[in-house]
DNA sequence: GTCTATACGCTGATAGAC
DNA sequence: GTCTATCAGCGTATAGAC
């Protein structure tokens, strides 16, 4: 590994590369996306895209996955466990990381991509949750948990459509986060 | 294996290419599964397949498609309504139709097929529990509780790694079941 | 009306020369 | 490191034989 001047960064072509990648995967999917438009996006040529990456499904892995951010604030006090984490994920601020969730998912067709998203979730959330819960069953309830906030992030372009505004969103989150807070307190 | 007496359009050939697609989307999804492999397990000619079926996708959700079966039950009493919903989900017996649930969303990078799948889910499911819910904001807790069950179904292989025999499934269903009833109760 | 043969333009990926 | 050339496989269209 050479260290460059700038932090992040290796090549500056690397870096054009997953950029276009990223934009490129969230907004149209994994399938419509080519390797040869994302090369012609970036200014490179295709085989470039490989020769860095190893392949399209390690390209997509690598730029969607849940890579640095810290998963939702799971360090709030467990009486309001559930709304929090409604909160958290609908925030507004985070659309790009819900969408990215939702692509991965549409995309797990694939195997690796699929093992990915599994371990990320474990990781970043599940396992981290498990530690937070009170009372019996904890992994399995984590799990549940997990279940039902990405049901929400999954379902959730079709849940916003038929909401009429800002208060029928705050109602979703009263709502589903009571919801989740039965699992938290079930223990 | 024989292949059932036409029904009224059907030809055997056409029945043939359903049957062995069915199959093999099952076992290794949109992706993985090409039009000639079907067609050649079907025994006929891949331009065949296309011709029947206008095109892959389209054969896809012909074939994958929430075509008869009733959905869920929702006719049993609203006070064990979520706890229903959990049992039927779970049940091994629909272990076939689970995995052609998650197979769907895996394969919905694709539009015509995510089109599909809302639309069904909309029909079979959304629509009828609306109807059936008391109180207020019915379509929205409708809407969130098919999100919560789609991430049950979804979730359920990596949730089913963690249990360790049929009493933590039944526990499963208590948990989960309790939680949806938190959106059935809350009008 | 089925069905076969062939072909087109695309895909992700590789080998090897600069 | 980068580019050229090329690969086998994909979904699909079409022309024409039974």
Redesign the interface.
Known sequence: MSITASPVTGSTTREAIAASARAMFAER????TSVRAIAAAAGVDPALVIRHFVSKEQLFVAVMGWTENPGPELDGPLETLGRTLVAHVLDPARDAERRAYATM??????DAV?ASL?DAARVHFIDRLTARLPGA?V???A??I???????M???P??AE??ADDA?RA??VD??G???Q??VD?G
């Open positions: 999917g994994y399938t419509a998912v549409q995309a797990s067709d694939n699929r599994r069953d992994a399995v309830r799990e549940l997990a279940a039902q906030l990405g049901g929400l999954q379902g959730w079709t849940i038929t909401l029928d109602r979703v709502l589903y009571a919801s989740i039965a699992l079930a």
